[in-house]
């Protein structure tokens, strides 16, 4: 216990030493309440299985901005220490688009009576589009090779992993995501002429998470948690979460995500099965002057238990 409390300070410690960049994959400011989207290892570590859905509008009030819809669904296999689980999400920043779905196996060890640790792996497919007739740069008039005059897309395998421990009171894992590194060319007719123009590839993404849950009393339970993300090359941003729960009814929390926002956080879970949460995230970057923050919503169902 004492190890891990010192595993769990040394990573809320690194969050603010470590310098905050941009990422390609979308992120939740909820992720804490949905965290089998940050690790496919998650999928089966409870013993009962339920679905999550998120909606994040971004930076409200500026033009194009990134909007995500997600829904994931996991939980245990009924009778051996396996998981499984899937989602689907969409994200959309203007011109481009990103269509992803995914299904996960699990497997988690025994490693005390009071700790466990969880493998997954997810595979599932990509569709990359590009729609032109939304790019305009500038004044200019005519026809750039850079940018496809129609709507083009493409689609391409991908695949994550992750490793979780935990216990009733504190969680680690790690989980690394778009593995494969693929690229997708929206423009494979240029390949003749030899040249690179229109061909991108996905970054591989890593997430170390951690979390601990202290029960004040009958009442309060404080859970304070934190997440470093790493996009190749050098680009590194952090999470620091403090969410606090009345009653296992009621939660508020704070979140600080390095050189971008602090967000409010606020929830309701009726009768152990419907989950309900909204959060506000108030832009603290240069955005701030075109931005009126932006907003994520959650609604989550649990089924009854079933082992």
């Excluded at 590009?130 to 750039?144: A, W």
């Excluded at 395998?157 to 593995?179: C, F, K, M, R, W």
């Excluded at 690179?196 to 993404?205: A, P, S, T, V």
Aim: hydrophobic residues 35%; contains cysteine.
């Amino acid at each position: 216990m004492k190890k891990t409390r010192t595993l769990i300070f040394v990573v809320l410690c690194l969050v603010f030493v470590m310098p905050a960049k941009g990422q390609q994959a979308p992120f939740y400011t909820q992720y804490m309440f949905n965290d089998y989207l940050v690790n496919p290892a998650v999928a089966g570590t409870n013993n009962y299985f339920q679905i999550r859905a998120n909606s994040r509008i971004q930076w409200i009030g500026m033009s194009d901005a990134p909007r995500t819809m997600s829904i994931a669904a996991y939980g245990p296999f009924k009778e051996k220490t396996m998981g499984y689980g899937g989602y689907i999400y969409n994200d959309v920043t203007g011109p481009e688009s990103r269509l992803s779905l995914g299904g996960t196996y699990s497997y988690n060890l025994m490693i005390t009576d009071m700790m466990r640790i969880s493998g997954g792996i997810t595979i599932g497919l990509m569709q990359y589009k590009l729609d032109g007739t939304k790019i305009k740069i500038g004044d200019q008039v005519g026809y750039d090779p850079a940018f496809p005059e129609g709507v083009e897309s493409k689609i391409i395998p991908d695949a994550s992993a992750g490793i979780y421990l935990y216990s009733t009171y504190y969680y680690v894992g790690i989980s690394a995501h778009q593995l494969l590194g693929n690229k997708f060319d929206l423009h494979g007719d240029l390949d003749s002429v030899d040249t690179d123009m229109g061909i991108n590839r996905l970054k591989q993404h890593l997430y170390l998470s951690g979390g601990y849950h202290f029960i004040l009393n009958r009442d309060f339970i404080l859970q304070p948690s934190a997440m470093i993300k790493y996009t190749g090359p050098g680009q590194i941003q952090a999470e620091l979460n403090v969410t606090t729960t009345y009653q296992r009814m009621i939660w508020g929390g704070l979140t600080y995500r390095t050189g971008d926002a602090i967000a409010i956080l606020l929830g309701y879970n009726y009768e152990s099965k419907i989950h309900i949460g909204i959060s506000y995230d108030i832009t603290v970057s240069d955005l701030r002057r075109y931005s009126n923050g932006t907003i994520e919503v959650m609604v989550g169902y649990r089924f009854n238990d079933i082992k």
